[in-house]
C-alpha cells in the first residue's frame, strides 16, 4: 500500500501562482511515477505533470512552460509550482502514485480556484 497526501492550493488571481505538493508513505519503493492529475466541473480528469523515478518529465501542453513539476532526493515529494495561472486552471487537483505493478494511489484531492 501507498499512502498519499497532498497540501496547497487555494485561491489565486489570474496571472498568479500556487504550489502543490505530494507526499507518499509505505511501500514507496514500489513506486514508478508521480504526478498531478485535475478535474474540472463537468470534465474528464485530466494528466497535468507527471516525473518519473529516473527523473523524466510528461506535461499537457496547456500547462507547458506555466507549471513545473519536480521532486526531492527521497523521490517520495513531488512539487507543482504553478505560475501564470488562468481561470481555466481551475479545478480540484489530484496526486497519484503508480507503482511498477500498475497500482494506482489517488491523494484526496485539493480545490484551486482561479479568480479575480
Known amino acids: 500500500q501507498v499512502q498519499v497526501v497532498e497540501s496547497g492550493g487555494g485561491l489565486a488571481q489570474p496571472g498568479g501562482s500556487l504550489r502543490l505538493s505530494c507526499t507518499a508513505s509505505?511501500?514507496?519503493?514500489?513506486?514508478?511515477?508521480m504526478g498531478w492529475y485535475r478535474q474540472a466541473p463537468g470534465k474528464e480528469r485530466e494528466l497535468v505533470a507527471e516525473v518519473t523515478r529516473s527523473d523524466h518529465t510528461n506535461y499537457a501542453d496547456s500547462v507547458k512552460g506555466r507549471f513545473t513539476i519536480s521532486t526531492d532526493n527521497t523521490k517520495t515529494t513531488i512539487n507543482l509550482q504553478m505560475n501564470s495561472l488562468k481561470p481555466e486552471d481551475t479545478a480540484v487537483y489530484y496526486c497519484?502514485?503508480?507503482?511498477?505493478?500498475?497500482?494506482?494511489?489517488w491523494g484526496q484531492g485539493t480545490q484551486v480556484t482561479v479568480s479575480s
Open positions: 509505505g511501500r514507496i519503493f514500489s513506486i514508478y511515477t
Open positions: 497519484l502514485c503508480r507503482t511498477y505493478g500498475m497500482e494506482h494511489y
